[in-house]
């Protein structure tokens, strides 16, 4: 098992397959932006089984796709079923803002993907125009419809909090998960980039006591993916809600995953500059136990906690450049 100088085992790898994106949210990728990663730049399939067959190996055991938006790599699912059937993988999971995913679900849920995020901040759809960038609610709905239908189970909604722009729309994207039967997940925006830091950030204990009296929330015990949140469920245990406090509570003593940009570049915390290049490792012909070797070294790295709090602009690189 890989663990880091602080005795935390590392499992979990999100692995950033693209740094495009088809909507441009305001907490995320800068207006107007045209730096992304050159394609031959991109970790080939071969490439990423490779490298993600030798972390399997060390004990990584859960795999989330990310971007960008990653179902604007072309040949996804084949991907995902290259990494499903490594050995020692058990949890392949996709975040994705699922504008595409109504064209996808059925292949990704054959591949082997078994679990899906959907970034969706308001049921309402000048809010969604006014954060994403563009009229994007319908499709992402039909593709939250189209995941349920293809038998994904659990679907997480991440829902972004912000002061003055949806934190008016909580409840009613509540009773929107409830009805059904989707876990949402409250995310306290962080200061990644010039975009993080112009996020209207909003607290989340005051939200989290609100909605616990509203609707009956209770402490669940039972894991739901392995991740940051804290969960709280309905009395009949049928719905439930996450809290990921990367601000007013952080979770850094327990975190237990890295995030291997596109390029191949693995980054060792949100909120440091800590990183690790495997691109050219990969290209220069490194056998599996130099990689091996690599990412014990890289681990190694890993800092004990993020700094958004002191240092808020210290991190220049924006969300979808880390990966997801």
Not at 167 to 187: P, Q, S
Request: charged share 25%; glycine share 10%.
């Amino acid at each position: 098992m890989l663990s880091d100088r602080f005795g935390r085992s590392i499992d979990y790898l999100r692995l950033s397959v693209t740094d495009r994106c088809d909507l441009r949210c305001t907490y995320c990728i800068p207006k107007g932006f045209k730096g992304f990663e050159e394609p031959k730049h991109w970790l080939t399939f071969d490439e990423i089984e490779r490298l993600i067959g030798v972390f399997a190996r060390l004990g990584t055991s859960r795999i989330r796709l990310t971007g960008g938006e990653p179902l604007l790599r072309r040949n996804l699912p084949d991907l995902a079923g290259r990494i499903a059937r490594l050995p020692g993988i058990r949890d392949l999971s996709l975040s994705t803002n699922a504008t595409r995913l109504d064209r996808h679900a059925e292949a990704l849920k054959a591949a082997g993907v078994s679990r899906i995020n959907v970034s969706l901040d308001s049921l309402d759809r000048s809010c969604m125009e006014k954060i994403t960038g563009r009229d994007s609610l319908e499709k992402i709905l039909d593709g939250i419809m189209a995941g349920k239908a293809a038998g994904f189970d659990p679907i997480k909604i991440n829902m972004v909090a912000m002061r003055g722009i949806n934190d008016g729309e909580i409840d009613a994207m509540v009773e929107f998960c409830i009805e059904h039967g989707f876990i949402l997940r409250l995310i306290e925006a962080m200061p990644m980039g010039a975009t993080g830091r112009d996020a209207s950030f909003l607290e989340l204990g005051p939200i989290q006591a609100r909605l616990s009296k509203k609707f009956g929330l209770l402490p669940q015990a039972r894991e739901l993916g392995g991740g940051p949140a804290r969960y709280l469920a309905t009395a009949d245990g049928r719905a439930s809600v996450g809290f990921i406090t990367p601000m007013s509570q952080h979770f850094c003593a327990t975190c237990n995953r890295v995030r291997l940009a596109v390029d191949g570049t693995l980054y060792l915390c949100l909120g440091q500059e800590e990183k690790f290049e495997f691109r050219p490792l990969l290209r220069d012909g490194a056998s599996d136990a130099e990689l091996e070797a690599a990412i014990r070294q890289a681990i190694e790295l890993k800092p004990q906690q993020h700094e958004f709090r002191e240092q808020p602009e210290k991190i220049i690189r924006f969300m979808a450049q880390t990966g997801g």
